[in-house]
C-alpha cells in the first residue's frame, strides 16, 4: 500500500515515494497513532473517544468517525469509492491499522534492535547505528501528556536506551573502543542512572588506554548516583572499579564474552574448510541455541534447518544426515505446528534417512529421526477408537524404546517430549502428559538439561490445570519462570502470561473484563514471537471461550473481519448464531471436521457442544459426547495452560439433556 508511518518523534506519514502525506488537524494525527500504539489491535471507538477528550463533545462518536473518513483517504488515495479498506480497517465496534511491520518505524525499531541480538557484532552494530538512526524526536513526541501513548513512550525509550548500549558492547566487541567511549559519554550525561552505560564508558576508556579516566568516570557514577538517586553504584559497578585498579586480563582486548565469540567465530571460518561436513554438524548446533532466543531467532532457526538437512542429503551420508536432522533438539510444548510446509519437509527427510540407514545399529541416530518425526507430526486428527495409531505416535513410542535401551538422557528427554507431543491422539489424557512432565523434570534436574526442565515444568503446568489442580500447575509455572529467567529464554513469558491470564479467567472470582484484559496482555507477548502456530486466532478465542463458559452468546461483532485463524470452524457456528443467522450457523454445524489432536481438542468439542445444543443437531451432539466422555474428569481447554471453558461435565450434561439421555458418564 505503499503508506509508511513515523512515530519516532512527531507523528508523522510518508506516501510511497517519500512524500510526506497530509494529516490534517492534531485529532487526526492522534487516532493514527492511538491505533498505532494498539497493534493492529482492534480499538473501540467508545475508547477513542475517551482517549482523545477529557469531556467528549455531544457527537464526538460522529468526529471520530469523520477523522476515520480523512485518515482513510489520506493514507489510501488509491482506493476506489466504496471499495473495503485494507490499512485503517472497520471490525466489530471500532476501527483497527494494519500495516505491514516494516511500514511504522516503531515496529521496524523494535524488529531490528531483537535481530541485532543474534548477529556477529560487525552486523549488529551497522543494524543498530541505522536503527537508532530513525529516531527524529522522543516518541509520539506530539502527545507526551496523553495516558494512552504514556506506557509506550517509555517502552520505546527504554529499548532506544538499550539499542545505544548493544550498540556500544558490540563496538567494544570489535576493537573499536574510541568510538564506543565517543558515543556513550553523552548517553551517560543524559541518563546518569543506569549503571550498564556507566559501566560500558569505563570499559571503552580502559581498552582505548585511559585508565585513569576510566575511574574517573566510575567516580562521576558513584557521585550522580548517590547525589540523585541516594543509592550506592551495585555490585558490577563496584567489581569493575577493583578489575581496572587490578588491571584485570579479561577487560583488555580478547577479553568477554562477546570478544571471545568474535575471534572464536574468526579463528572457526579460517580454518575449518568450506565444504566441510563438520560446519554442518556445527551450524545445527547453534540453530538449536538460536530456536531458544524466539522471535526472529525462532524463525531463522526453523528455515535453515531445512536447509541443512537438504545439504546433509546431499552428501549421501546416510550417518551424517541423521546426525544432522537429529540435532535440532529443541524442546516444545505447543501441540500444533507452525509452519506444516517446513515440518512436513523435515518429516519426508527423516524417513528418507532413516529408510537409508544399515539395518544394525545406529539406534540413537534411529531414535532421535522417530522423534523428530514424532515431534513434527504433532496435531494430526485422533484416530478413532480400535484404529492403529498413527505414524507420529507409533514413531514416538518407538523413539522411547529404543532411548531406554541408551544411557544418553539428552536423547530420552527428546524422545519424551515427543512422546508428550504424540498425547492427544483422544481426549482425556492430561494424567498421562502429567507423568511425562514428572519424569522430565527428574530426568532433566539429575542431567543439568536445563530447557527440557522448562518443558516438564510448562507440561505439568497444563495437565495439573486440566485436572483443576492450581495450586500444583501455579508452582510448577513459577518453577519455569525461574529457569527461564536465570537461562535467558524468552519464549517461557509466552505461556506463562498465558497462563496467569487462565488461572484468573478459571478462578471465576474476577469479572469478565478483567480477565478479557488478562488475556489482551498475554497477547502482546506474542507479538514477534515467532510461532504463528499459537499466535493466530488465540485471543478471540481466549475471548470467546469467556463468554462460552459464563452462558452468553458469542459477540456477533465478529461475524466478519476477525481473524480466527484454525480455530474458525468451531467458533463460526456460535459466532453466526449469536447474529441471529440460523439457517447459516446450521450449514456450518453440519460441515464441522473433527478437530485435530492437539491440547485445545476438548475446547473445540465443548463450542461445538453449545452451537449443538442450541441448534438441535443430534448428530454433532453424539459425536462431541463420544469424544468428550473420555474427559469427564477435566477442565475443557485448561489442558493447554491458555483458557478454560469450565468442567467437561457440564458439557456433557447440557448434551444428554439435549439428548433426552440418562446421564451415564
Not at 178 to 191: I, Q
Not at 552 to 569: F, H, I, K, V
Request: proline share 6%.
Amino acid at each position: 500500500m505503499g503508506v509508511s508511518i513515523g512515530v519516532l518523534g512527531p507523528v508523522l506519514a510518508w506516501d510511497g515515494e517519500g512524500g510526506q502525506v497530509a494529516l490534517k488537524g492534531p485529532r487526526h494525527r492522534a487516532v493514527l497513532a492511538r491505533l498505532v500504539v494498539a497493534r493492529r489491535r482492534v480499538v473501540p471507538v467508545t475508547r477513542l473517544v475517551e482517549d482523545l477528550w477529557d469531556e467528549p463533545p455531544p457527537d464526538a462518536v460522529g468526529a471520530v468517525r469523520t477523522f476515520v473518513a480523512v485518515l482513510r483517504r489520506a493514507v489510501e488515495p488509491e482506493r476506489p469509492p466504496r471499495a473495503t479498506p485494507r490499512l485503517l480497517v472497520t471490525e466489530g465496534p471500532g476501527y483497527a491499522l494494519r500495516p505491514e511491520r516494516d511500514a511504522v518505524d516503531a515496529w521496524r525499531f523494535e524488529h531490528a534492535v531483537t535481530a541485532a541480538a543474534g548477529l556477529a557484532p560487525a552486523q549488529a552494530a551497522e543494524r543498530l547505528d541505522r536503527a537508532i538512526g530513525w529516531w527524529r524526536g522522543p516518541a509520539y513526541a506530539d502527545f507526551a501528556g496523553d495516558p494512552w501513548a504514556r506506557t509506550e513512550r517509555a517502552r520505546l525509550a527504554e529499548l532506544r536506551l538499550r539499542a545505544v548500549e548493544a550498540r556500544a558492547q558490540a563496538l567494544l566487541a570489535l576493537g573499536r573502543a574510541a568510538e564506543a567511549a565517543a558515543g556513550l559519554d553523552a548517553h551517560v550525561a543524559e541518563h546518569p542512572w543506569r549503571e550498564n552505560a556507566w559501566g560500558l564508558l569505563a570499559r571503552a576508556l580502559y581498552r582505548d588506554g585511559r585508565q585513569g579516566d576510566a575511574l574517573a568516570v566510575l567516580r562521576r557514577a558513584r557521585a550522580l548516583l548517590a547525589g540523585r538517586l541516594g543509592v550506592e553504584p551495585g555490585p558490577a559497578l563496584r567489581r569493575l572499579e577493583e578489575d581496572i585498579l587490578a588491571q584485570a586480563g579479561h577487560l583488555g582486548p580478547g577479553g568477554g564474552a562477546e570478544e571471545v565469540w568474535a575471534r572464536a567465530a574468526a579463528a572457526y571460518d579460517r580454518t575449518v574448510a568450506v565444504g566441510a561436513r563438520a560446519r554442518l554438524e556445527s551450524t545445527v548446533g547453534l540453530l538449536r541455541d538460536l530456536a531458544v532466543t524466539g522471535g526472529p531467532g525462532l524463525l531463522a532457526a526453523r528455515e535453515h534447518r531445512v536447509a541443512a538437512a537438504l545439504a546433509a542429503e546431499e552428501t549421501g551420508d546416510a550417518e551424517l544426515t541423521a546426525r544432522v536432522i537429529g540435532a535440532y533438539d529443541v524442546p516444545a510444548v505447543w501441540t500444533r505446528v507452525d509452519d506444516p510446509a517446513q515440518a512436513a519437509r523435515v518429516v519426508a527427510a527423516a524417513e528418507r534417512t532413516l529408510a537409508a540407514l544399515p539395518d544394525d545399529g545406529h539406534d540413537s541416530a534411529r531414535a532421535r529421526l522417530l522423534a523428530t518425526i514424532a515431534v513434527e507430526t504433532r496435531g494430526t486428527p485422533p484416530t478413532p477408537e480400535g484404529a492403529p495409531p498413527s505414524r507420529g505416535r507409533t514413531a514416538a513410542l518407538r523413539a522411547e524404546r529404543l532411548a531406554r535401551g541408551l544411557d544418553d538422557p539428552a536423547l530420552l528427554a527428546f524422545a519424551l517430549d515427543g512422546l508428550f507431543m504424540q498425547t492427544c491422539h483422544r481426549t482425556g489424557l492430561a494424567t498421562e502428559r502429567d507423568a511425562i512432565g514428572a519424569e522430565l523434570v527428574g530426568l532433566a534436574t539429575r542431567h543439568g538439561l536445563v530447557t527440557y526442565e522448562v518443558l516438564g515444568h510448562l507440561i505439568r503446568c497444563q495437565a495439573r490445570s486440566a485436572l483443576a489442580d492450581f495450586s500444583a500447575a501455579d508452582r510448577h509455572a513459577d518453577a519455569a519462570t525461574a529457569l527461564a529467567r536465570r537461562n535467558e529464554l524468552p519464549l517461557v513469558d509466552v505461556f506463562t502470561r498465558w497462563y496467569r491470564a487462565m488461572r484468573l479467567a478459571a478462578s471465576g472470582t474476577a469479572p469478565a473484563a478483567e480477565a478479557a484484559a488478562a488475556y489482551r496482555y498475554a497477547a502482546a507477548a506474542l507479538d514477534g514471537a515467532g510461532m504463528p502456530g499459537l499466535e493466530r486466532g488465540l485471543l478471540p478465542l481466549a475471548l470467546l471461550s469467556l463468554r462460552v463458559r459464563d452462558g452468553q452468546p458469542a459477540d456477533a461483532g465478529e461475524a466478519s473481519g476477525t481473524d480466527w485463524g484454525p480455530y474458525r470452524p468451531w467458533a463460526l457456528p456460535l459466532v453466526l448464531l449469536a447474529g441471529h443467522r440460523e439457517e447459516a450457523a446450521r450449514a456450518a454445524l453440519r460441515a464441522l471436521p473433527d478437530p485435530p489432536g492437539d491440547l485445545l481438542t476438548e475446547a473445540m468439542w465443548c463450542l461445538a457442544a453449545r452451537a449443538a445444543v442450541t441448534l438441535g443437531d443430534t448428530e454433532v451432539l453424539a459425536r462431541a459426547r463420544a469424544a468428550l466422555a473420555p474427559a469427564a474428569g477435566e477442565l475443557a481447554g485448561a489442558g493447554s495452560g491458555l483458557l478454560a471453558l469450565g468442567p467437561v461435565t457440564a458439557y456433557l450434561d447440557e448434551i444428554d439433556a439435549a439428548l433426552d439421555v440418562p446421564s451415564g458418564r
